[in-house]
């Protein structure tokens, strides 16, 4: 247990073994640190400095190598003293100090622009299921069946950034100070502080982003589009176009169990028929199928919806052992 000063030399010994000490505190960091009582805490403490520098942002290998400096130099000035038993453990410091600062700069030489791509959360759905994610800002993200996200387990001083693969509705906390990326492989879309819904699934035909409140920016490799409130974009990755267009739909009406379609290949309405119910549905070979479907479909079974289908677009099923057969 520390004694009177228990908070102020814990938060010393915190930025000694962090590198970011000074002289004075230095001097308070060795005299506790032969204390037994403190011992559980430096421990604690060493693994949680650990961590973070194996999480820290990149640039500061040059700040890491003045405290390599200090630390040596601190060494000397102890032996000079007769503290000569110290010097293993303040010398295991300096070489954890140096071995970071190395690290840091040959990341740099071989990849200027990134960051550490360490301790990365990663969440994934299954067929039919949703999970609700609070981010390390407090924004919030809804996961939609069959997708994954993954992000830092915090996020970096200038941006916040995420992937995504898959259906996301995304309520992003307001910070001027700081972007927030979502990185799809089909395009990046840019908030400070908004609520969208992203659809970016690799295998679909058709990926969209729809505003519901707020502002983004959706940048894709020959173009960029600002969106607005009840504004949406699709992207056709099969022939290669880009719809914008106002929707005053209910924006990720999925996360209540509504299917909603509007001009959607069937293809694309078949791949999510197939995430959501997990099932396997097959197009009868021989047959072409180009239709765009339009319909809502509020928590009904998968045979309600195909019925829907049948009635609709005079596409008509059956179901042949596990399978479900598209045919005309």
């Known amino acids: 247990m520390f004694m009177k000063q228990d908070e102020e030399i814990k938060e010393i010994i915190h930025r000694f073994l962090n590198g970011t000490y000074t002289l004075d505190e230095a001097r ?13 805490a430096i421990d604690e403490l060493s693994s949680k400095i650990w961590d ?22 601190l060494i000397e000035n102890i032996e000079k003293k007769g503290k000569k038993r110290l010097r293993p453990w303040l010398a295991a410091v300096a070489s954890v100090a ?20 360490v301790n990365q959360i990663l969440v994934e759905t299954t067929f039919g299921e949703r999970k609700d994610i609070l981010l390390p800002d407090g924004s919030k993200v809804t996961l939609n069946s069959c997708s994954q996200i993954s992000y830092p387990a915090f ?10 693969i898959g259906e996301a509705f995304f ?25 969208f819904n992203i659809r970016s699934y690799d295998e679909d035909e058709v990926s969209s982003v729809k505003v519901e409140r707020g502002k983004v920016s959706v940048d894709m490799p020959d173009a960029t589009m600002k969106l607005t409130a009840q504004e949406c974009i699709e992207v056709n990755s099969l022939h290669n176009t880009i719809k914008k267009h106002k929707d005053s739909s209910k924006t990720a009406s999925w996360k209540t169990g509504c299917l909603y379609f509007d001009s959607t290949p069937i293809k694309d309405v078949v791949r999510q028929l197939e995430r959501e119910y997990n099932c396997s ?18 928590n009904k079974s998968l045979e309600s919806v195909l019925q829907s289908l049948e009635y609709t677009s005079g596409i008509k099923y059956k179901k042949q052992d596990n399978d479900f057969i598209l045919y005309k």
């Not at 996020?155 to 995504?164: A, D, G, H, I, N």
């Not at 307001?174 to 609520?195: H, M, S, Y």
């Open 52 to 73: 973070e520098a194996m999480s820290m942002e990149m640039g500061y290998d040059a700040q890491h190598s003045e405290y390599k400096e200090e630390a040596y130099k």
């Open 98 to 117: 140096a071995t970071i600062a190395v690290f840091v700069s040959l990341f740099h030489f071989y990849n200027k622009e990134t960051t550490l791509d």
């Open 171 to 195: 309520d992003v906390a307001k910070d001027p100070e700081k972007q927030f990326i979502i990185t799809t492989n089909k395009f990046d879309v840019k908030v400070l502080g908004t609520a």
């Open 155 to 164: 996020f970096s001083k200038q941006t916040r950034e995420v992937k995504l």
């Open 28 to 40: 308070t960091f060795l005299e506790e640190w032969d204390n037994p009582c403190n011992k559980y």
């Open 281 to 298: 549905i097959i197009f009868q070979q021989g047959q072409e199928f180009d239709n765009l479907i339009s319909g809502e479909h509020d």
